[in-house]
């Protein structure tokens, strides 16, 4: 474990803002083999950069650490595919053909939406299972098992139309060796796509179940403007679209002048407050279920879920199992926690269901209607325990 003295976008100082105590991996469930003794735990410290505001965990987990069981498909998620054929047709709009790279290309879903749109497209990812599945998918382009750095972009030097990293910047722990190799890979006039979790939107929810040792940094348009700035790139564009509960995404380049940008103060002491709003009002419905002797569950088992057991220490005696439509995460354990997850078909209407991928409500509660009308209960364990609202720009 890496302790982090300075601001790894600036190296600026860096001061302590939020702390969640040791908390185990998030997406580190656990098999039946480990729960005699179950996983590591690690202090989850946040941090802010007193330079460029960047907001980064004060301990870094070695990735090896981390990755070596990912579990995450993105193609498991049908929002997640739609919104990948609307990024890539997006794409298909302002940077029209050639070599698209996607950095962190998990199984391939938007590669292959990519190829769709015409391009010639290359993935770059550290798991490699996923890896394989990706090039099942693909008719021309392959994927690289690699993570991603300034010298796996030498493979691809000065060739690429458009690099895209979506959900991957924050995962780097080495920020400006991304960019060198964003830099490297890119064609002079080519279009960086980046998209982030959103910070504001973390904020404003008291979301910090999103913050978790594979995230290691957390940016507003600030933050990353400035990374972005320090490799010589201008923002053409950025918004936030209604995805992950807030995902910023910013679109860059070398060929224009940036578009202004307004600095964001972080208002940690409301986020500390909102944030016990949030548990009481979670613990409150928690409570009515058990009153009205009804079960509780999460719907879901992402990492969301296992940051949201532990720090609120819900336990079996609370919380009896996950549901959750992933087969690989089918039999396994929430880590810390030990809660059981088992596939959604065994979601009965007696119970009262958490639902831990809020950021889906809407679409959770049109594919659960008749869950509901028998009787079952969904619970959205958000501040004011409705879908999240996306801040506008
Ligand atoms: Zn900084």
């Known amino acids: ?14 001061r302590d803002v939020f702390s969640m105590g040791s908390m185990p991996l998030a997406n580190s469930l656990l098999k039946a083999d480990d729960l005699a003794s179950p996983g590591e735990a690690y202090p989850l410290v946040v941090a802010e950069c007193t330079e460029c505001s960047l907001v980064q965990l004060r301990y870094v987990v070695e990735p090896e650490v981390m990755y070596s069981d990912y579990r995450f498909f993105t193609g498991a998620s049908t929002p997640n595919t739609a919104l990948f054929r609307s990024l890539a047709q997006s794409i298909k709009q302002r940077v029209g053909s050639g070599l698209a790279i996607e950095i962190g290309s998990n199984d391939g879903t938007l590669l292959e939406a990519m190829e769709v749109e015409g391009f010639d497209v290359a993935g770059v990812d550290p798991a490699k ?27 691809f030097a000065g ?14 722990d080495n920020l400006n060796d991304f960019m060198s190799g964003v830099s490297r890979a890119l064609k002079p006039n080519g ?15 008291a979301g910090f179940e999103m913050m978790y040792h594979e995230h290691v940094s957390y940016f ?3 933050s990353l403007g400035a990374l972005l700035a320090r490799h010589g790139f201008a923002i053409e564009d950025w918004e936030v679209i209604d995805a992950q509960c807030g995902t910023l995404r910013m679109w ?13 103060k972080h208002d940690w002491q409301k986020f500390r407050s909102d944030l016990e709003s949030r548990r009481e009002y979670v613990m409150s419905r928690i409570d009515d279920a058990i009153s009205n002797r009804r079960p509780v569950c999460f719907y879901g088992a992402p990492a969301k879920a296992t940051q949201l057991a532990n720090f609120w220490k819900l336990g079996t005696d609370t919380v009896e199992l996950a549901t959750d439509t992933t087969p690989a995460k089918q039999g396994l354990w929430i880590p810390g926690a030990l809660i059981p997850i088992v596939p959604r078909d065994q979601l009965t209407p007696a119970y009262t269901a958490i ?19 028998a009787g079952g209960e969904l619970i959205c364990p958000t501040l004011k325990g409705e879908p999240c609202i996306t801040p506008t720009r």
């Open 252 to 264: 860059a380049s070398k060929t224009t002048i940036s578009m202004p940008i307004e600095f964001r």
């Open 129 to 155: 299972t996923h890896c394989e599945i990706a090039r099942k998918r693909l008719t021309r382009g392959t994927t690289i098992n690699a993570y991603w750095s300034e010298s796996v972009a030498a493979a």
């Open 1 to 14: 474990m890496l302790i982090r003295e300075m601001c790894d976008s600036c190296s600026g100082p860096l």
């Open 220 to 222: 507003d348009e600030w």
């Open 355 to 373: 639902v831990m991928a809020w950021n889906f409500y809407r679409q959770i509660i049109a594919r659960e209607s008749e869950f509901v009308a």
């Open 159 to 172: 060739r690429a139309d458009v690099v895209v990293a979506c959900n991957v910047l924050g995962h780097s």
């Open 191 to 205: 279009i960086f796509v980046v998209e982030v979790q959103y910070l504001q939107s973390l904020l404003e929810e």
